[in-house]
């Protein structure tokens, strides 16, 4: 591109010095025409003078012709001739210059001539003129071109070295972050389970022996949600990757000594009368957030009970409830109220739950968002976000005193003050020994590394 700059401003120059010497010649013919043209003035002057004189001294030489004829001899003819004889030789000189005024004036005409010729060249040349001024207009737009082009092409280069600074950056943070993984894998290796994760286990073991010794009621737990599309990939992975996470919640809740009912490990028998008698025997009910989970219940609901819902109508839920215990499943008023999913007979009989007692529902968001993840409902109800894109601890999750209040505090929220007292102490050395491990992470992985 700068060769391509150069080679126009040189085209631009040599047009330019062309068109100054074709103006230059143009001026000087101009004005030797009009030196020509004054001289022609001056001879033609000349010239009619001279003539003016010859025929002013011929008439004399006429009238003393005349007068001689009648003087035959004596003084006064001898004086008329001689003025004779002067006038002859006045009469040649006038002739003389008249003639070299007339050949001066004739070769100033063929100059003159000459001259209009050449002006006529120069001004069909001043066509030629003038496309060599639109050629060198063209050249300067074609040269402004190149500067713009230039400036952008100095302004990429410019974001092509600074994407190139942050790409390498970038590839040093992943190098970083690389190589801080592998020497926490070679330390977490040689000690077993991750330092954080076996604080995070001390304080469930520390958590349950305090609610033993102080005989604090321990809740039943309830988890409701919708299996993913299994029969793609996608659904698949999905799938496995929100039961691994549901799995990890019953797991700790088992580990504080709570019961939770959770489909993955109870798929036998009778599910819906399973799920009635677990649901009944609940004292809090976790609703895992997804888009499938409010698919299922939108589609399974009839309209007779979405309407029943949506109103908070209690005694009518109950009794919707009650008339799907009865045997007879083929009477209008028994389809009326019947689910078609599963997750919508859970819903249904959870929110009668819920209608009596609206701390016992517990909404966990897990994928998507809250319109597009939960009924209406829901979002009357402090929401937990277990989203991937928060990025918040799955520790900070389950433990948290506030903002937001974490999972296990919740669920013995209604107990003694003396509870909350001896939990926070727990949290607060959950959350100093964690801040130790980190340290200590740090200065481990700076020796491997």
């Keep these: 591109m700068q060769k391509e700059a150069l080679d126009c401003k040189i085209s631009l120059l040599k047009a330019q010095k062309l068109l100054d010497e074709q103006q230059e010649i143009q001026t000087s013919q101009l004005s030797k025409l009009e030196q020509e043209k004054e001289v022609s003035l001056h001879l033609t002057s000349c010239l009619h003078s001279c003539q003016t004189a010859l025929e002013q001294t011929?008439?004399?030489l006429t009238v003393v012709q005349s007068e001689l004829q009648n003087l035959k001899s004596g003084s006064e003819y001898e004086q008329l001739l001689a003025t004779q004889n002067q006038l002859e030789i006045m009469r040649a000189q006038l002739l003389f210059e008249k003639q070299e005024l007339t050949e001066q004036q004739s070769a100033l005409q063929l100059r003159v001539k000459a001259l209009e010729n050449e002006q006529t060249e120069l001004r069909k040349y001043q066509d030629e003129v003038k496309d060599l001024e639109q050629v060198k207009k063209s050249l300067q737009e074609s040269q402004d071109h190149l500067?713009?082009?230039e400036a952008e092409w100095q302004s990429r280069?410019?974001?092509?070295?600074?994407?190139?600074?942050?790409?390498?950056?970038?590839?040093?943070a992943v190098t970083e972050k690389a190589?801080?993984?592998a020497a926490q894998i070679e330390i977490f290796e040689k000690r077993g389970l991750p330092p954080k994760e076996k604080a995070y286990q001390h304080l469930l073991a520390d958590t349950k022996r305090m609610i033993n010794s102080k005989h604090i009621h321990k809740p039943t737990c309830f988890i409701s949600y919708a299996w993913e599309d299994i029969k793609t990939p996608d659904g698949k992975q999905a799938n496995e990757k929100l039961q691994s996470w549901l799995a990890l919640l019953e797991r700790d809740l088992n580990k504080l000594g709570l019961?939770?009912?959770?489909?993955?490990?109870?798929?036998?028998?009778n599910m819906r009368e399973k799920m009635r008698r677990n649901i009944e025997g609940s004292d809090f009910f976790f609703l895992v957030g997804t888009q499938r989970f409010k698919q299922c219940v939108e589609m399974g609901l009839t309209a007779d009970v979405k309407d029943i819902i949506s109103l908070n109508k209690k005694g009518e839920l109950r009794a919707a409830i009650e008339k799907?215990?009865?045997s007879d499943t083929t009477t209008p008023e028994y389809k009326a109220v019947d689910p078609t999913t599963n997750v919508a007979f859970e819903f249904m009989h959870i929110w009668d739950k819920i209608l009596a007692n609206p701390d016992a529902l517990i909404p966990i968001l897990f994928t998507g968002d809250y319109n597009t993840s939960f009924p209406p409902k829901i979002f009357e109800h402090l929401i937990f976000d277990a989203r991937e894109s928060k990025q918040i601890?799955?520790?900070?999750?389950m433990t948290a005193l506030q903002n937001p209040i974490g999972i296990?505090?919740?669920l013995f929220q209604h107990s003694s003050v003396e509870f909350r007292r001896d939990y926070k102490v727990i949290v607060e050395r959950f959350e100093l020994a964690v801040s130790d491990i980190e340290a200590a992470l740090k200065l481990a992985v700076h020796k491997i590394i």
């Design 147 to 149: 500067a713009n082009r």
């Design 408 to 410: 296990i505090p919740l």
């Design 324 to 326: 799907l215990k009865e």
């Design 259 to 269: 019961k939770v009912f959770f489909d993955v490990s109870s798929m036998h028998g």
């Design 393 to 397: 601890s799955y520790h900070s999750l």
């Design 157 to 172: 280069q410019e974001q092509a070295d600074k994407s190139y600074a942050s790409l390498v950056k970038a590839k040093q």
């Design 179 to 181: 190589e801080l993984l």
């Design 58 to 60: 011929e008439s004399k």
